[in-house]
Each structure stands twice: as C-alpha cells, then as structure tokens.
Nanobody, 123 residues
Framework: QVQLVESGGGLVQAGDSLRLSCAAS????????MGWFRQAPGSGREFVAS????????YYGDSATGRFTISRDNNKNTVYLQMDSLKPEDTAVYYC????????????????WGQGTQVTVSS
C-alpha cells in the first residue's frame, strides 16, 4: 500500500506558475512510477505527466508539453508538477498517481490515487 497526499493547489491568474507536490508514504517510493492526472468539471480524468522510478524518463500529455515539468525527489518520497504559463483551461482537480508498471502511465495502469488538489486559473 502507498498513501499519496497532494498539496500546492490554489487560485491563480492566467500566465502564473504553480507547483504541486505529492508526498508518498507506505511501501518503498522507488517501487513506483509516479504521475499526475487532472479532471475538469464534466470531463473525464486526463493524463498530464508521468516519471520513471529513477526520474530519468518523463512522459507528458499534449496539454502539458512545453509548459509543465514533472520531477521527483526519491530522498523525500515526493513527486512534483511545476506548471508554468497557466491557462484558464488548466482549471481542474489534479490527482497524484502511483503505478507499478511502465512510466508511460494510463488511467488503467494506476494502482493508487491521491485525493486531489484543486487548481483554478482565472482569466
């Protein structure tokens, strides 16, 4: 089992930056590839980014490419999502995810979810 707790969400203006954090507890953090998904009201859960166990490989969804950066600190059992140049369409609940399979993460490959953190971007 692993428990995931997100933090860092909030209300920002378009063009601002925000960094989300996800602290993991439980089994060895490096057992898992880690990722971020998001869900806007009335929409399905969308893949944002994922990172390999060592942090050397990263994979981004179309909405994140060029603006978001995923990273992890295995000494702190934490994964981050740096979000720059935020847009109103980035407004969503952001979920941290852990998986035991490939770093190319999908909804179906996720073993554990966090509770989510709200990000709201005003225009």
């Amino acid at each position: 089992q692993v428990q995931l707790v997100e933090s860092g969400g909030g209300l920002v203006q378009a063009g601002d930056s925000l960094r989300l954090s996800c602290a993991a507890s439980g089994r060895t953090f490096t057992t898992y590839v880690m990722g971020w998904f998001r869900q806007a009201p009335g929409s399905g859960r969308e893949f944002v980014a994922s990172i390999s166990r060592s942090g050397s490989m990263k994979y981004y969804g179309d909405s994140a490419t060029g603006r978001f950066t995923i990273s992890r600190d295995n000494n702190k059992n934490t994964v981050y999502l740096q979000m720059d140049s935020l847009k109103p369409e980035d407004t969503a609940v952001y979920y941290c995810a852990a998986a035991t399979g490939s770093y190319v993460m999908t909804k179906g490959s996720v073993n554990y979810w966090g509770q989510g953190t709200q990000v709201t971007v005003s225009s």
